[in-house]
């Protein structure tokens, strides 16, 4: 069965120093974090706060070519949840057929808040989700991603700014 969630904000983990996003069930107190990274949590943030910019950004690009395509997002699901990893789908609609795309939750979230899509949440999910490793890290070999490890590590809420809970 999957549940209706809306966004209701952004905040920080205070172990990790990892973004997360926190849908809210419309029907229930039903809550779920998703942790993201900074750049997805950057792209939610200006979209909840309707930031214009003079270029479109990533998610704004992709939200303009569906438009050129003749796609339209009928709404997003975030639908398993695996070593601590969560998964989501984007549904299209395109001449009139469905298409179901896979996609990060954070990247997903994304657009459906720029097209105006319904968010959903499997029931499955919420259930795993009560049993998630918090502060569980994989271990990182590739320098790049070291150094935007080290980066996001020390970021303080205040780098959200009213994204704070």
């Given at each position: 069965?999957l549940r209706e969630m809306k966004i209701t904000g952004l ?155």
């Amino acid at each position: 069965m999957l549940r209706e969630m809306k966004i209701t904000g952004l905040t920080m983990d205070p172990q990790t120093n990892t973004p997360i996003v926190v849908l809210k069930d419309t029907e229930s107190d039903a809550v779920l974090p998703i942790w993201i990274g900074l750049l997805e949590a950057t792209a939610i943030a200006t979209e909840l706060e309707k930031i214009q910019f003079p270029r479109p950004m990533t998610h704004d690009l992709i939200k303009n070519l569906m438009s050129h395509l003749g796609a339209t997002v009928d709404r997003v699901e975030v639908c398993d949840l695996r070593d601590n990893t969560f998964y989501a789908w984007i549904y299209l609609m395109v001449q009139g057929k469905e298409s179901k795309i896979d996609a990060r939750p954070s990247d997903a979230l994304a657009i459906a808040l720029r097209t105006s899509a319904r968010i959903y949440v499997n029931e499955v999910v919420l259930e795993k989700s009560k049993k998630i490793e918090t502060g569980a890290k994989a271990e990182i070999k590739d320098e790049e991603a070291k150094k935007w490890t080290d980066i996001l590590e020390n970021l303080s809420p205040e780098d959200f700014g009213k994204y704070k809970m």
